[in-house]
T-cell receptor, first 115, second 112 residues
Framework: DSGVTQTPKHLITATGQRVTLRCSPRSGDLSVYWYQQSLDQGLQFLIQYYNGEERAKGNILERFSAQQFPDLHSELNLSSLELGDSALYFC??????????????FGPGTRLTVL | DQQVKQNSPSLSVQEGRISILNCDYTNSMFDYFLWYKKYPAEGPTFLISISSIKDKNEDGRFTVFLNKSAKHLSLHIVPSQPGDSAVYFCAAVNQAGTALIFGKGTTLSVSS
């Protein structure tokens, strides 16, 4: 158990809908990262938050957004969902972020299926 | 363009033997690398890391080797155990230190 929790574990929804994925980092970690794992693309970095502020953006679509709250939990919002958004979404956390040696610990993931 | 490549999608090894998983990268500015292990229905679990100032790092049965000139790293597992059967991901930390760039993974199967 990494100490990172994600809810829900599974989510099934329809195209055009909007969903929210939730992540609670390990105790004491200030950075939260979101990754998407699809069959053909592997694990891809989406976005990082550090202590409530956006720090880095990766391959995140404009239809997707995230935020980190004062209690450091984070939410990833996916809207106008398309079939191709079906994937595993992982959250990771680290103590600081922004230093190359800061190890990221991953949650169990949320499996999103868009029908 | 893939910056971190794991060219072998799968590897089968017998229990007790050595498992060698390989990873290549293209960006010579990468200076920190990690290996993660992933079981089905779980998130990636951190295994071992190596900084570019070293060429080897060891942790129990796991050793990672880094060859900077060849832009190549490898993970050695000795001896391999059936519980090691999983997908292994190689990752590099991006230059800003803000994200991991992953390879596509190698599925290791250890038979008893």
């Amino acid at each position: 158990d990494s100490g990172v929790t994600q809810t829900p574990k599974h989510l099934i929804t329809a195209t055009g809908q909007r969903v929210t994925l939730r992540c609670s980092p390990r105790s004491g970690d200030l950075s939260v990262y979101w990754y998407q794992q699809s069959l053909d693309q592997g694990l891809q970095f989406l976005i990082q938050y550090y202590n409530g502020e956006e720090r880095a953006k990766g391959n995140i679509l404009e239809r997707f957004s995230a935020q980190q709250f004062p209690d450091l939990h984070s939410e990833l919002n996916l809207s106008s969902l398309e079939l191709g958004d079906s994937a595993l979404y992982f959250c990771a956390s680290s103590v600081l972020g922004g230093t190359s040696t800061d190890t990221q610990y991953f949650g169990p993931g949320t499996r999103l299926t868009v029908l | 363009d893939q910056q971190v490549k794991q060219n072998s999608p799968s590897l089968s090894v017998q229990e007790g033997r050595i498992s060698i998983l390989n990873c290549d990268y293209t960006n010579s500015m990468f200076d920190y690398f990690l290996w993660y292990k992933k079981y089905p229905a779980e998130g990636p679990t951190f295994l071992i890391s190596i900084s570019s100032i070293k060429d080897k790092n060891e942790d129990g049965r796991f050793t990672v080797f880094l060859n900077k000139s060849a832009k190549h790293l490898s993970l050695h597992i000795v001896p391999s155990q059936p519980g090691d059967s999983a997908v292994y991901f190689c990752a590099a930390v991006n230059q800003a230190g803000t994200a991991l760039i992953f390879g596509k993974g190698t599925t290791l199967s250890v038979s008893s």
